[in-house]
T-cell receptor, first 109, second 114 residues
Framework: RKEVEQDPGPFNVPEGATVAFNCTYS??????FFWYRQDCRKEPKLLMS???SGNEDGRFTAQLNRASQYISLLIRDSKLSDSATYLC??????????FGAGTILRVKS | DVKVTQSSRYLVKRTGEKVFLECVQD?????MFWYRQDPGLGLRLIYF???????EKGDIPEGYSVSREKKERFSLILESASTNQTSMYLC?????????????FGSGTRLTVV
């Protein structure tokens, strides 16, 4: 079983839609959590950290459920420019981040 | 802006060659990392370093070694390149003791071994 699992998608949504991605992790000792965005043939870039109380950054909302060991990302009012691969990332400790394989989002006009 | 620079964007090497991938960061970060990214597998940690001359194995170190002689530079070495090392290689850095900070990545080196 992979340490971080994500639905690979692709999620094909129209502009303006709300879309949610989930991610599960297996190591209960994981300490911190992130969502990264990766555009085609580019490096991953930090989208947002995920805090226990949940956090929001504009159209993006991240949630963490430690009891169930899952993380979610909600994107509201999707834009064409949101099309990318979204990587769920977990800090397993010792400064080492573990990456999920990513969920592909395609926003269409 | 933190900048992580990888020396080559694309490389083609022959089987059995010794390959050096270079990474330089300009923000005095203690931690540096090498990952490879393959379709369906995501990013996998090869090696990391938390200080000059310090290194630790990641999840897939076989066939690789690293060198960190200066704080800003972290090199990945493929001792004898093989076709199964064809991949995208990503270097990243991060400050020490910052578990709530993500990494900053370089733009990647796409290595093809023929």
């Amino acid at each position: 079983r992979k340490e971080v699992e994500q639905d690979p998608g692709p999620f094909n949504v129209p502009e303006g839609a709300t879309v949610a991605f989930n991610c599960t992790y297996s190591n209960s000792a994981s300490q911190s959590f992130f969502w990264y965005r990766q555009d085609c043939r580019k490096e991953p870039k930090l989208l947002m950290s995920v805090y226990s109380s949940g956090n929001e950054d504009g159209r993006f909302t991240a949630q963490l459920n430690r009891a169930s060991q899952y993380i979610s990302l909600l994107i509201r009012d999707s834009k064409l420019s949101d099309s990318a691969t979204y990587l769920c990332v977990v800090n397993r400790g010792g400064n080492k981040l573990v990456f999920g394989a990513g969920t592909i989002l395609r926003v269409k006009s | 802006d933190v900048k992580v620079t990888q020396s080559s964007r694309y490389l083609v090497k022959r089987t059995g060659e010794k390959v050096f991938l270079e990474c330089v960061q300009d923000m005095d970060h203690e931690n540096m990392f090498w990952y490879r990214q393959d379709p369906g597998l995501g990013l996998r940690l090869i090696y990391f370093s938390y200080d000059v001359k310090m290194k630790e194995k990641g999840d897939i170190p076989e066939g690789y070694s690293v060198s960190r002689e200066k704080k800003e530079r972290f090199s990945l070495i493929l001792e004898s390149a093989s076709t199964n090392q064809t991949s995208m290689y990503l270097c990243a850095s991060r400050p020490f003791g910052s578990s709530n900070y993500g990494y900053t990545f370089g733009s990647g080196t796409r290595l093809t071994v023929v």
